[in-house]
C-alpha cells in the first residue's frame, strides 16, 4: 500500500488529471471507457466554485451532491501515479 503524506493541492490534482485526459501536445494518456457513465458525467460537468462577481476561486463546485466523488477518487489516482513530482532544488552540492 502506497499513500501520500499529504493530498495533492486540488489545484494540481485537477490540472494532472485535465493533462492525462489531454495534453497542450494534444496527446492522450487516459482513456475512459464509455460504460463509466457516472465518471463522464463528472469530468463534464465538475466546475471550479465561482465568487460572488463570477471569478472561479480555487475550490471546485460541490454543490449537486452527485457530482465531484467519482472524478475525485480518479484524480487521486492520477495525481498519485503521474502527478506533479518534488524538484530538486539547486544549491551547493545538488545536481538538477
Same mark, same amino acid.
Given at each position: &500500500?502506497?499513500?501520500? *503524506?499529504? =493530498?495533492?493541492?486540488?489545484?494540481? @490534482?485537477?490540472?494532472? &488529471?485535465? =493533462? &492525462? /485526459? *489531454?495534453?497542450? !501536445?494534444? !496527446? @492522450?494518456?487516459? /482513456?475512459?471507457?464509455? *460504460? ?6 463528472d469530468l463534464r460537468q465538475v466546475r471550479w @466554485? ?6 472561479? #476561486? ?9 457530482? #465531484?466523488?467519482? !472524478?475525485?477518487?480518479?484524480?487521486? /489516482? ?6 506533479? @513530482? ?8 545538488? /545536481?538538477?
Amino acid at each position: &500500500m502506497r499513500q501520500n *503524506k499529504a =493530498n495533492p493541492l486540488v489545484r494540481d @490534482r485537477v490540472n494532472t &488529471m485535465n =493533462n &492525462m /485526459l *489531454k495534453s497542450v !501536445s494534444g !496527446s @492522450r494518456n487516459i /482513456l475512459i471507457h464509455p *460504460k463509466c457513465k457516472e465518471l463522464i458525467q463528472d469530468l463534464r460537468q465538475v466546475r471550479w @466554485r465561482r465568487d460572488a462577481a463570477g471569478n472561479p #476561486t480555487s475550490e471546485l463546485d460541490k454543490s449537486d451532491p452527485q457530482r #465531484t466523488h467519482v !472524478s475525485d477518487a480518479l484524480s487521486y /489516482l492520477v495525481a498519485q501515479e503521474w502527478g506533479l @513530482r518534488p524538484q530538486a532544488v539547486a544549491g551547493p552540492g545538488i /545536481l538538477q
